[in-house]
């Protein structure tokens, strides 16, 4: 997660919080900006990574998806997300997380100083 958004660009600058989840070829992004009115809002990118071209040559380009929620709908989309959720654990149960989701961090307990 990014701490200081000072050096980076003037759209970089409205990130107040950001949070990154790695997920296969995709990266989702979890964000809280502020508009030019001063209102905080919550921003999810998916990012994912398309490899084209020559395989010893391969070209990489990202495509992105952003959504935006604003404070006032919070309590009808995470309502709305929570059903659809259940829904698809009740129709084909949990899902099992792909390996680099448990592995993707490092713990403290693991590192030796």
Same mark, same amino acid.
């Given at each position: 997660?990014?701490?200081?958004?000072?050096?980076?660009?003037?759209?970089?600058r409205d990130i107040l919080f950001s949070k990154s989840i790695k997920a296969g070829k995709r990266l989702y992004y979890v964000d809280v900006k502020k508009s030019s009115k001063g209102d905080m809002y919550l921003s999810?990118? +998916?990012?994912?990574?398309? &490899?084209?071209?020559? $395989? /010893?040559?391969? #070209?990489?380009?990202?495509?992105?998806?952003?959504?935006?929620?604003?404070?006032?709908?919070?309590?009808?989309?995470?309502?709305?997300?929570?059903?659809?959720?259940?829904?698809?654990? +009740?129709?084909?149960?949990? &899902?099992?997380?792909? $390996? /680099?989701?448990? #592995?993707?961090?490092?713990?403290?307990?693991?590192?030796?100083?």
């Amino acid at each position: 997660m990014k701490e200081n958004f000072k050096d980076y660009g003037s759209k970089e600058r409205d990130i107040l919080f950001s949070k990154s989840i790695k997920a296969g070829k995709r990266l989702y992004y979890v964000d809280v900006k502020k508009s030019s009115k001063g209102d905080m809002y919550l921003s999810l990118t +998916e990012s994912k990574r398309i &490899v084209s071209g020559d $395989p /010893e040559m391969p #070209q990489f380009s990202f495509e992105k998806h952003k959504l935006f929620v604003y404070p006032e709908d919070f309590e009808k989309f995470t309502g709305a997300l929570a059903d659809a959720m259940r829904f698809i654990y +009740e129709q084909q149960g949990p &899902v099992e997380q792909r $390996p /680099e989701d448990s #592995q993707g961090e490092i713990q403290l307990e693991e590192i030796e100083f």
